[in-house]
């Protein structure tokens, strides 16, 4: 039932969003590279489950909005504007890569009303470079903080990685889907990060 809600907001955001920008349906369908049927059912909330999230990123693009703003008002979980997570609230979970035991992440507060917000503390387990393992990038941008320790992190082509050294207290930004691997530097016994996703 709440999904039914969820489409009929996100086609009616869609329709208003077109309307603004004064675009007719088959204006936005040809720059969508899409039929005007198609486009007619999404704003009529149907076939929107099959929507992939490139679509849905390139209809917000293509309306000079985001997918955020297009999509329904997510349900306030705040307090008086607030949300807070106590220290004992916070989920821990193991990241295992490749067969070891490579990050802990002490996952931070998450709000529905931010939902690519995603801190996390990241205990690095790992104190050796040579073990690195890349992840695939991901969605968001990336803010890093080290807390504790010294990490050695690697960037860009697995094959060919950027490489360098943070000594706690060091901060960075990583751009979306820049693969990236963290370790503590050799011997070091482990580091710990925030990482905030967003
Ligand atoms: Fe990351």
């Known amino acids: 039932m709440a999904e039914v809600v969820a489409e009929r907001e996100f086609a009616l955001n869609l329709k208003e969003r077109r309307e603004q920008v004064k675009m007719d349906r088959s204006a936005l369908a040809d720059l969508l ?19 992939t999230l490139q679509e849905m990123s390139r209809l917000a693009e293509t309306l ?11 349900e306030n979980d705040l307090e008086n504007g607030a949300l807070y997570q106590l220290p004992d609230q ?8 490749g067969g070891t035991d490579y990050y802990v992440y002490h ?3 998450r709000t529905r009303t931010a939902p690519s917000m995603v801190p996390l503390v990241v205990d690095v ?9 890349f992840n695939d990038g991901h969605a968001g941008s ?18 060919n990685p950027n490489e360098t050294v ?30 905030v996703n967003f």
Do not use: Q
């Open 107 to 109: 996952c931070l507060v």
């Open 64 to 74: 000079g909005t985001s997918i955020g703003a297009l999509a329904p008002e997510a």
């Open 33 to 51: 590279e899409i039929s005007t049927d198609r486009l007619a059912d999404w704003e009529n909330g149907r076939g929107l489950e099959n929507l």
């Open 90 to 97: 916070r989920s821990v979970l193991k990241g295992v890569r």
């Open 125 to 133: 387990l790992v104190d050796d470079p040579k073990e690195a393992k």
């Open 166 to 195: 943070l000594p706690t207290g060091s901060s960075l930004y990583l751009e979306p889907y820049v693969r990236h691997a963290f370790t503590a530097t050799e011997g070091s016994g482990g580091a710990r990060l925030l990482a």
């Open 142 to 159: 990336e803010f890093i903080f080290v807390l504790e320790g010294e990490v050695h992190m690697m960037w860009g082509d697995p094959e």
